[in-house]
């Protein structure tokens, strides 16, 4: 997954799905978006990878969740998956909205925010109390 991992203080016990590859991801978004906003409170642009490394990121666990839905025979898989390319979408926005320098800006950091927490809290979390659910291998996708 993101590597290089480090606790999030700013991450709360209720963005957690219990999925351990998706939760550490999760963690590294979260934290790079906070440390970001962190730098611009004081007056620090974030560096112009910081946008690219949080989206390649995002992207990477879009990939991951997907898989997991099709293991798993996730019943919601479209809907989850659809959110995931509207936000893709949006990705493309993103990047024609950064700064003559191609950073990021403090009203994107604050889009990106609000999408992260609100997917991870009603999209993410219904897939992890899912997958929490499933007792494998009896509970994973049967092709009978
Ligand atoms: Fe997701
Ligand atoms: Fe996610």
């Not at 974030?46 to 390649?56: A, C, G, K, R, T």
């Not at 403090?106 to 009603?122: G, K, M, P, S, T």
């Not at 979390?125 to 291998?137: D, H, M, W």
Request: net charge negative.
């Amino acid at each position: 997954m993101c590597g290089g991992l480090m606790f999030n203080t700013k991450w709360t016990p209720d963005l957690e799905t219990g999925i351990d590859d998706v939760d550490q991801c999760h963690r590294y978004i979260v934290r790079m978006i906070n440390d970001a906003y962190d730098g611009f409170v004081v007056g620090i642009n974030p560096e112009s990878y910081i946008l690219d490394e949080i989206l390649v990121c995002m992207s990477q666990c879009f990939d991951y969740e997907l898989m997991l839905m099709m293991e798993t025979c996730y019943p919601n898989f479209l809907a989850h998956r659809d959110e995931h390319e509207l936000f893709r979408q949006r990705m493309i926005d993103v990047h024609s909205r950064r700064n003559k320098e191609g950073n990021l800006t403090i009203d994107l950091l604050v889009i990106l925010d609000h999408w992260v927490n609100r997917h991870i809290r009603e999209c993410d979390a219904k897939l992890g109390a899912y997958v929490g659910e499933l007792s494998a291998p009896e509970g994973m996708c049967r092709t009978a």
